[in-house]
């Protein structure tokens, strides 16, 4: 793949993350217009929008010809099976407020997540926190970064020294199952947090915060840029309980290879 057309991929990126992330940052704290996306515990805010507008601005300013998937808008959903029908060429995966809940009820974890997939392979990826000014980049083949600062390789941990990042879902059936494995891995795991954005929660792996994610209810534009990021930091992202993980489907866990193992081990009979 042609690096210097990665790199312009990455430029475009990390300036939608950082337009959307300013206005993420100047609303941050104040009072907010919040309504609901069908569900009651599904939050969106009136910066939800504007900071989708402003970055798909962007991107479709200097790429016109590129689809775009973002999770504000309402065409971007699945099929009636719940699988996702991404199209093959370039596609950019945008998720303008990742955690809402937290920003509507002012908890400082909050992320900007902006992707893209070739050909249904995720190759860029740009998570931006807005309120601590800390931008994830990482592009296929080019590595990955925290503020310009080279991230990786991961080093492999044994699963008893590893804090495991977690996010839910509000589907019962998937619910049920998710507490089922967070449990099983507790149990051997140094401990485990919920920070409530899970482009963060990838970002975190990438740096070596956690050393392991895992959620079973994931779109596409939760995990485009961060599988990229954490694997150009030297980790893998795998299918809790198949051979491979694909862009769109909604479970991921993501470690070092060892330690994915490791987790692997321990799931198994779930």
Not at 219 to 245: F, L, M, S, Y
Request: with cysteine.
């Amino acid at each position: 793949m042609n690096p210097s057309f990665l790199a312009q991929l990455q430029e475009t990126a990390q300036m939608a993350a950082r337009r959307a992330g300013k206005l993420i940052r100047e609303q941050y704290g104040k009072p907010h217009q919040i309504r609901f996306k069908g569900d009651p515990r599904d939050l969106v805010t009136e910066t939800d929008r504007a900071a989708e507008a402003a970055a798909l601005e962007l991107i479709r300013s200097r790429h016109p010809d590129h689809a775009i998937l973002s999770e504000e808008d309402p065409h971007s959903k699945p099929g009636p099976d719940g699988r996702w029908n991404i199209p093959p060429g370039v596609v950019w995966m945008v998720d303008p407020l990742d955690g809402t809940t937290n920003y509507a009820s002012a908890i400082p974890f909050v992320s900007v997540s902006v992707g893209v997939a070739i050909d249904r392979q995720p190759v860029v990826g740009a998570i931006y926190d807005p309120l601590r000014d800390e931008l994830f980049l990482a592009a296929g083949g080019l590595g990955a970064t925290l503020n310009g600062r080279t991230l990786g390789p991961l080093a492999p941990v044994p699963l008893e020294r590893a804090v495991l990042s977690v996010d839910w879902t509000h589907t019962p059936a998937i619910r049920s199952r998710s507490l089922a494995m967070v449990t099983a891995l507790a149990a051997r795991c140094r401990t485990v947090r919920a920070l409530g954005s899970a482009a963060l929660g990838l970002a975190y792996v990438a740096c070596n915060r956690v050393q392991m994610y895992l959620s079973l209810g994931l779109q596409p534009w939760d995990t485009c840029a961060g599988a990229i990021i954490i694997r150009e930091a030297g980790g893998a992202v795998v299918h809790p309980d198949q051979p491979e993980w694909q862009i769109g489907q909604p479970a991921l866990l993501a470690a070092h290879s060892e330690l994915l193992t490791q987790a692997r081990e321990v799931l198994k009979d779930l």
